[in-house]
């Protein structure tokens, strides 16, 4: 996976480490929990049938950020229990911008705008420097 993708989306999701889930719950990637594991029930909004709706998720909580990252690349790189090669678009992407839109046509996020939004932090703060050129 791309060091950028992986930065970009901590700042994405956690607003810079100011939501509730990130700086109160570790979870810098707004990872939904598994039924065993440890969890909090917040407020999420979710585009569902082309409008915003707020929803109760149920999210991961961790003991550190690094937990926080640990999961969230196991998540990308083995799937989810239901589909290991749920992110595998994300996972053969050759750059960011590929790997952004993939994101969201792999179901990680519903926001329609998600991909365009990660790739404007990319850009902005020139993280695609943390990427392995192969």
Request: aromatic share 12%; charged share 15%.
């Amino acid at each position: 996976m791309l060091a950028s993708i992986s930065i970009g989306q901590a700042i994405l999701e956690s607003n810079w480490n100011s939501s509730d889930l990130a700086s109160q719950y570790h979870n810098l990637y707004g990872v939904k929990a598994d039924a065993n594991q440890r969890s909090v029930l917040l407020p999420t909004k979710e585009y569902e049938n082309g409008e915003w709706v707020t929803i109760n998720g149920r999210f991961a909580v961790y003991n550190s950020w690094q937990d926080s990252m640990h999961a969230h690349a196991k998540l990308l790189a083995h799937g989810t229990s239901w589909n290991p090669q749920q992110y595998a678009h994300v996972l053969s992407a050759k750059d960011y911008a590929t790997a952004a839109k993939a994101l969201t046509q792999d179901g990680y996020a519903t926001d329609p705008t998600y991909a365009q939004k990660l790739i404007e932090i990319i850009n902005t703060w020139h993280l695609n420097r943390f990427d392995r050129k192969t």
